[in-house]
């Protein structure tokens, strides 16, 4: 739930003398909350979405995402499923095989091949929302350590280790860990949050890695959602009367947004005696 504070600024004290009213200036700094991001069309956008169900088998590029897949002990990363595959099979991005650089001495790699996605324009969001399913055959070798990316010189984990792991990058600079997981047979649902200072630019990668033949990981609906820095506007309230009863606050901006405010959906001015009230 996103807060945002909108402060209204009200008519200067005077005295009222025909009515012997005072007139009061309020400064009221309320919280507007939104009912949900969900509701606003203009706050959420897509940046990145695919379920690669659309390509051939073999396909190692598309619209936005390449690859980049080193396999030790074939001809090449995509010789086919059972073999080595780094690409698109049977409609979802799978690793079959595909130790990942560097080649290990005792066998295996570092696990360094990736699916890589952008770059993307970022300069209107201010949050990023991760979304992918991940898929394994069955339970394969892993445990939730940090994540290996080269040749430790011990077997396991040079010989076998499968591990996925979503990173980004921010303005051209070095790639940060965003999700970890480890092969635990079926399908599994990821998603994370990550809140960003003003940037230009987002790259994302994904490493699956995977040491057999006979076993396989895949990723699908892959997707990355912006979330603007919506700002909120208000009309005018005022003027209000110290001894005036609630005023009905409105349930939606003057830019289209609609929420709930902290203290209810009225304003209620008794017994404020004038100059500057904080309502928090």
């Given at each position: 739930m996103k807060r945002l504070y909108l402060t209204s600024y009200f008519?200067?004290?005077k005295i009222d003398h025909q009515n012997h009213l005072r007139v009061i200036k309020i400064i009221v700094l309320l919280i507007f909350q939104l009912l949900s991001l969900s509701n606003v069309s203009h706050s959420q956008t897509t940046i990145f979405y695919?379920?690669?169900?659309n390509y051939p088998d073999g396909t190692t590029a598309g619209t936005d995402w390449y690859t980049d897949a080193t396999d030790c002990d074939d001809a090449s990363p995509n010789e086919g499923l059972g073999i080595s595959t780094f690409g698109v099979y049977g409609g979802v991005f799978t690793a079959n095989d595909s130790e990942g650089a560097p080649c290990c001495p005792l066998g295996g790699g570092g696990g360094q091949n990736y699916v890589y996605m952008g770059p993307f324009d970022i300069s209107d969001y201010c949050r990023i929302v991760f979304e992918k399913t991940i898929g394994y055959s069955l339970n394969l070798e892993c445990t939730f350590d940090p994540p290996f990316f080269d040749c430790?010189?011990?077997?396991p984990p040079d010989n076998y280790y499968d591990q996925y792991v979503e990173e980004f990058s921010i303005d051209g600079g070095p790639y940060q860990l965003g999700s970890y997981g480890?092969?635990?047979g079926g399908t599994q649902y990821s998603l994370f949050y990550l809140d960003i200072p003003p940037s230009s630019t987002?790259?994302?990668r994904i490493s699956l890695a995977n040491n057999a033949d006979d076993e396989y990981s895949y990723i699908h609906s892959v997707k990355y959602t912006g979330i603007s820095n919506v700002e909120t506007t208000f009309n005018p309230i005022g003027p209000i009367c110290e001894n005036a009863d609630p005023i009905p606050l409105p349930n939606s901006s003057t830019n289209g947004i609609s929420g709930t405010w902290d203290v209810g959906p009225f304003f209620d001015p008794s017994g404020l005696g004038g100059t500057t009230v904080p309502i928090i």
């Open positions: 008519t200067d004290s695919e379920n690669f169900s430790q010189g011990t077997t480890c092969a635990q987002i790259m994302f």
